[in-house]
């Protein structure tokens, strides 16, 4: 199974500017596309609704950046773990607010 990155908007792919679209953060921005070449999924995963959500969508592929799925897991995921539970199932969580655990 390929590997999946949940990537969170506000504070991550951008600086934090709600409800409006933050700057580019071109570092994650750039390490996402590099990661999806490499054939990893990547899950946009945030807490966006509406028009907001969609700002959010337009923004990232104005940044050149494409997500195979939008707040759920790869159709893949689903398929293999036969389940859509409510938590994005992936590889990595990319998160401004994360706290690293040893």
Do not use: H
Not at 6 to 20: K, R
């Amino acid at each position: 199974m390929r590997k999946a990155i949940a990537i969170d908007f506000d504070g991550c792919l951008c600086a934090d500017a709600w409800p409006d679209v933050g700057a580019p953060n071109w570092s994650v921005i750039n390490r996402a596309k590099q990661e999806q070449q490499a054939g990893a999924g990547l899950i946009l995963w945030t807490c966006r609704e509406g028009q907001q959500l969609q700002a959010a969508v337009e923004a990232c592929a104005s940044w050149g950046l494409k997500f195979d799925t939008v707040n759920e897991s790869l159709p893949d995921w689903i398929e293999a773990y036969q389940t859509t539970p409510r938590k994005v199932g992936a590889t990595e969580y990319w998160d401004d607010r994360a706290v690293a655990m040893p």
